[in-house]
């Protein structure tokens, strides 16, 4: 768990420091990716892993990693509307979360989103359904439950500024009676700047409200980021601290730390 993290990591301080400037290209400069990642519905093909280490969890000081698959894959509906649909696959890692002495490891369940997503300059709307998908593959990872809700996006963007929220709420509506309902609702708030070398500075929050087990947590994550190569391939690499800041006891890590990669295929 550890030394995948920390591999990530070099990843990101390795590239990081070699990175230069991609010369300019009509849209495809290094500041225009980094503001079309910034954006949750570019039309931009894209692959994000998302590495997250969490300690000091619960009652027992439990320990996680866990890595979401996040592709990005946009579809043209017409001259003016794109649907964005996100995925987000989680692979769980963790120890003394669920109990003391134990050990999770397997996928967790997956979110679907699709944004319909009008062209637009400076305001930026995105809106459309969200699924809880039962993808767990151990039964303390998941919910055993398919569910269903409306997701939102409001974002405006300049060049080299963005910011917005998006958010979800999501309700069990099938699956295994004889475990809990799912009724949770989900925002992200940011704020990022971006460089002409593709370099950006921002801030997020997260918000995630159980209404059924009535917990919210919410974390803030400074974050820095750079848009690079790495052969032909063109990449961002991020990494951000996880500072709880809201929690139940029984949720609430100490401290958390992310480093995301991700593979962009511009258009």
Do not use: C
């Amino acid at each position: 768990m550890k030394n995948s993290f920390l591999a990530i990591l070099l990843l990101f301080v390795t590239f990081t420091i070699s990175a230069q400037e991609e010369p300019a290209k009509p849209g495809n400069s290094a500041q225009e990716l980094a503001d079309k990642m910034a954006n949750p519905v570019a039309s931009l093909i894209s692959v994000p892993l998302q590495n997250n280490l969490t300690y000091g969890i619960g009652a027992y000081n439990g320990s996680k990693y866990q890595i979401n698959i996040q592709p990005v894959v946009p579809f043209k509906l017409s001259e003016n509307l794109n649907l964005i649909t996100r995925y987000i696959l989680p692979v769980v890692d963790q120890q003394d979360v669920t109990g003391e002495n134990t050990h999770e490891f397997g996928l967790s369940d997956a979110t679907v989103t699709a944004f319909f997503a009008p062209k637009t300059k400076g305001l930026i709307l995105g809106v459309g359904p969200a699924f809880l998908v039962p993808t767990a593959t151990e039964k303390l990872l998941g919910t055993e439950k398919f569910g269903i809700g409306p997701s939102v996006l409001v974002m405006h963007q300049g060049k080299g500024l963005s910011i917005g929220f998006l958010a979800n709420q999501i309700w069990s509506v099938a699956g295994n009676a004889d475990r809990a309902d799912f009724n949770q609702f989900y925002t992200q708030i940011f704020l990022t700047h971006s460089y002409k070398s593709g370099a950006s500075l921002g801030i997020t929050s997260e918000i995630t409200q159980n209404w059924q087990g009535n917990t919210t947590l919410i974390t803030v994550s400074p974050n820095v980021g750079a848009i690079t190569k790495l052969g032909g391939q063109t990449m961002q690499f991020a990494v951000m601290p996880l500072i709880p800041v809201v929690g139940h006891s029984n949720i609430r890590p100490d401290w958390g730390l992310r480093a995301v990669v991700a593979f962009i295929f511009p258009q």
